[in-house]
């Protein structure tokens, strides 16, 4: 795979979507090299720094006005127009069609379609701690640094409170987050299970290494 750097600059990624990934990556590094099993090493880092590929797709530019800078609004919106236009309107898809563009082998895409909230139960009932490792590690990043899982599950509760509006299927929804909200704790304590260092030795500091 190309310098990353360069792959975000060709695709125009958002500064702040380009550190989220490269979080991302570094905790996943810090857990899979300090795993007492196997982990896909090299695939676990390609799938973790390019899962949000696409997101620009599904984002509201204008209530995220600090992270819109140095180009502003209207550049971001033209980007993000680009990547409707030619990869379509599901942020997810996008990702899969850039990572495919990148170059990413079969293994090394199957380790980054298992990120996701989503994804939870699915990763809790597979044997790959490879695609834990993954998925878990992106629940560990919030938009401003490392928290801890229960944190992250708090501050999403939160958010989909203040998002579900009337919306007849609310209560589906709030029963599917408890479910992978349940499946994502328990995630984190088959990894740390098998895991020479523990969910809080996962830091801002100790993490800085790795990016």
Known sequence: ??????????????PSLQLHQLRVAAVAKLVGENMNVEINLDGLIKACLLHDMGNIIKFKLDLFP????????????????EFVYKYGNDEHTATYKIAEEIGLNSREMEILKSIGFSKAIENLEHDDYTRKIACYSDHRVSPNGIKSLNERIIDGKERFKGNKGIRKDSQKLLEDFEKFSNGMRTIEKQIFNLCRIKPEDISDESIKQNL
């Not at 795979?1 to 958002?14: A, D, F, L, R």
């Not at 600090?66 to 127009?81: I, R, T």
């Open 1 to 14: 795979m190309t310098n990353i750097s360069e792959i975000y600059k060709k695709y125009k990624i958002m």
């Open 66 to 81: 600090e992270f819109l800078k140095p180009e502003g609004l209207s550049y971001w919106e033209d980007v993000k127009q």
